[in-house]
């Protein structure tokens, strides 16, 4: 059973930035894809941004450009540098690993832009 743990989220203000973390309990270099998604108040969950384990890469069109995703294979960690943050990325963010047919969930990090 893989277990991951969001960290970094917070309160920031309209262009500001973050840097979110998720560690695993174990090697994420078996993991198909790393990814990121968000849910809003309200809202269903979306999807951020992934990091396959060849490194490609590819992110939702409203946080293209302001966001990176990245991994450190050494800490079994993925992160999200997100910056410009703007009210609407307002959301509890979550990890998700694909690892072979199944997929594993934090419990997701809170952020909350301020207008």
């Known amino acids: 059973q893989v277990q991951l743990v969001e960290s970094g989220g917070g309160l920031v203000q309209t262009g500001g930035s973050l840097r979110l973390s998720c560690a695993a309990s174990?090697?994420?270099?078996?993991?198909?894809?790393m990814a990121w998604y968000r849910q809003a108040p309200g809202k269903g969950r979306e999807f951020v941004a992934r990091i396959t384990r060849s490194g490609g890469r590819n992110y939702s069109d409203s946080v293209k450009g302001r966001v990176t995703i990245s991994r450190d294979n050494a800490k079994n960690t993925v992160y999200l540098q997100m910056n410009s943050l703007k009210p609407e990325d307002t959301a509890n963010y979550y990890c998700?690993?694909?690892?072979?047919?199944?997929?594993?969930w934090g419990q997701g990090t809170q952020v909350t832009v301020s207008s």
């Open positions: 998700q690993m694909s690892l072979y047919s199944l997929e594993y």
């Open positions: 174990g090697s994420i270099l078996s993991a198909n894809a």
